[in-house]
């Protein structure tokens, strides 16, 4: 079952820069901040791996099982068009 929070885009803006388009037709911009560029994060400073994003079982994803909770993601998108995970 399709849930409105299920991601099925995604498409590189510019480095550590997505779009994202959701189940329900929710689209949106989200934007990691510098700062959160560490720890399980790390690799996303490399923009041949950034550039790697998929998005599998309704999750944005990267090789090694990093993803991005869609819940959290959905809700941004659909009030404001936009998330900076900061």
Do not use: C
């Amino acid at each position: 079952m399709d849930y409105p929070d299920t991601v099925v885009d995604v498409k590189v803006l510019a480095h550590l820069k997505l779009q994202v388009l959701f189940f329900d037709g929710t689209t949106g911009t989200v934007e990691f901040s510098p700062t959160m560029i560490k720890g399980v994060f790390q690799p996303l400073s490399d923009p041949t791996f950034f550039n790697q994003v998929s998005w599998s079982d309704g999750f944005v994803t990267w090789p090694g099982e990093l993803d991005i909770a869609p819940d959290a993601m959905h809700r941004q998108l659909k009030t404001n068009g936009y998330w900076l995970i900061s």
